[in-house]
């Protein structure tokens, strides 16, 4: 019986894998997907996330199946995704000209019932110009002919013109060998980032586990050169060097005058003054119980002494930057200011920040007498960790947090090396259940 039960297993994991050899290996079509203007281009191959899919279920299949039953009924809704003709692949595409802000998919066939049931789940119908759109928070879909394009709204203060919808008409395509498409091809993987400028990165599935490898292209000097480093068991850690002119004009148009009236700092001084070097530490968060007395009187006018206790939970942090003048300035703008004897930023209302200047450099730190942990150098120019599960381990008071994502998330890292080799980490919790079964979740 047993032989019985293993040979059938043998043969129905031998019919899908001859099944999905044909079907998981589609012939991508490149040609006519994405206008010459286009900058950036991410390829997702529908595919690939599937057959990584279904090879988890084949290695573990009781990890990828949640028994949990739900206690709701809920009324059965039409899906959207009922009414997409799936393709094997989707290209996203942008720009710093006249896509800048969005992100926006290539043409997918759609059914016939597919503005119905946009319009069913939310979808609010607009006329801009001559052409009508469905909107529905930061997605709108363009819907003409039974194919929908999707732009996705990654800047806030995008929004969509007629001057962007006749560029969507007018543009001409890549062609099947275009050079911005030569690593997508060389690399197959789930998805794929490639830019016209040499930059490419890819990611990769391994159960629970996202990474994203690449490099950037040479003339990417966002990040400088660095000795980058980290505390010994921090929770979060950011190090690095960055380009501060070049980072200051890459960010939103009104960025600098939202600094100016949270800080009264001018951010074009910042990043002239600050040389861009910074090591930022989370080590712990120390809780403090404080007795506060406070008297009242009773009826007969009698003095009486109430005692309360406050708890409180202060993160343990270092800040290190460096820059010339960068110290002056800020004492210039009185936001380092003298408080019983103690060098105090004026600037976090949460909890005391004790600054320490030291020619080019400053230090802040929440502790007067901070606590110096083993540093530990590393042969990249910029490296971040966050433990997530660490973080979260514990209540923390003003600055715990919840976010359905974040939640199953185990750490978070980036590092760039002094080649420009990227890689980024997204470990989950739960390591054996699928990453993007996870995620759909």
């Not at 789940?121 to 607009?126: I, L, S, V, W």
């Not at 529905?136 to 800047?155: A, G, P, S, Y």
């Not at 530490?281 to 006018?301: G, P």
Request: hydrophobic share 40%; glycine share 4%.
């Amino acid at each position: 019986m047993i032989k019985k039960i293993a040979y059938t297993f043998l043969i129905v994991c031998c019919i899908i894998v001859t099944v999905g050899f044909f079907r998981y290996n589609p012939t991508v079509i490149y040609a006519e997907k994405v206008p010459v203007s286009a900058e950036t281009v991410i390829h997702i191959n529908l595919r690939e996330i599937e057959y990584n899919i279904l090879t988890s279920f084949l290695e573990h299949p009781l990890s990828q199946v949640d028994f949990k039953k739900s206690s709701t009924v809920k009324e059965k809704q039409r899906s959207l995704l009922d009414q997409i003709e799936v393709p094997s692949s989707v290209f996203l595409y942008t720009n710093q000209q006249e896509f800048k802000g969005f992100l926006i998919s290539d043409k997918v066939s759609v059914k016939n019932d597919f503005i119905e049931v946009l319009k069913e789940t939310g979808f609010k119908e607009e006329n801009i110009g001559k052409t009508t759109i469905y909107r529905k928070q930061q997605i709108t879909c363009l819907v003409n002919n039974n194919k929908v394009q999707v732009l996705f709204k990654v800047d806030k203060s995008a929004e969509v013109s007629n001057e962007l919808i006749e560029a969507l008409d007018k543009e001409d395509y890549f062609l099947d060998d275009a050079e911005i498409f030569s690593n997508i091809k060389k690399h197959k993987s789930p998805i794929a980032f490639s830019t016209n400028k040499g930059d490419f990165f890819k990611v990769l599935v391994d159960e629970g586990q996202l990474s994203i490898e690449g490099k950037l292209n040479e003339n990417d000097d966002i990040f400088l050169p660095f000795k980058a480093g980290f505390e010994a068991n921090a929770i979060a850690t950011i190090s690095g060097k960055l380009n501060t002119k070049k980072l200051a004009k890459i960010l939103p148009e009104n960025a600098s005058e939202k600094f100016r009236k949270l800080t009264t700092l001018s951010l074009d001084s910042i990043a002239t003054k600050w040389n861009g070097a910074m090591n930022f530490n989370l080590s712990s968060f120390v809780a403090k119980s404080d007795t506060i007395v406070t008297y009242e009187y009773d009826d007969d006018f009698n003095k009486v002494e109430k005692k309360e206790i406050q708890n409180t939970i202060t993160p343990n942090v270092t800040f290190n930057l460096e820059g010339e003048g960068l110290c002056e300035y800020l004492y210039e703008k009185e936001v380092i200011k003298q408080v019983d004897n103690n060098e105090v930023l004026t600037l976090m209302p949460l909890f005391t920040t004790y600054s320490f200047c030291n020619e080019n450099k400053l230090k802040f730190t929440s502790q007067k007498q901070p606590v110096l942990n083993e540093f530990k150098k590393l042969d990249d120019k910029f490296y971040f960790s966050f433990n997530v599960a660490q973080y979260q381990a514990k209540g923390r008071g003003l600055y715990s947090f919840n976010n359905n994502y974040l939640d199953k998330v185990q750490i978070l890292q980036l590092s760039v090396a002094n080649n420009n080799e990227l890689k980024a980490t997204v470990k989950l919790k739960n390591t054996s259940k699928n990453f993007f079964l996870q995620l759909l979740n």
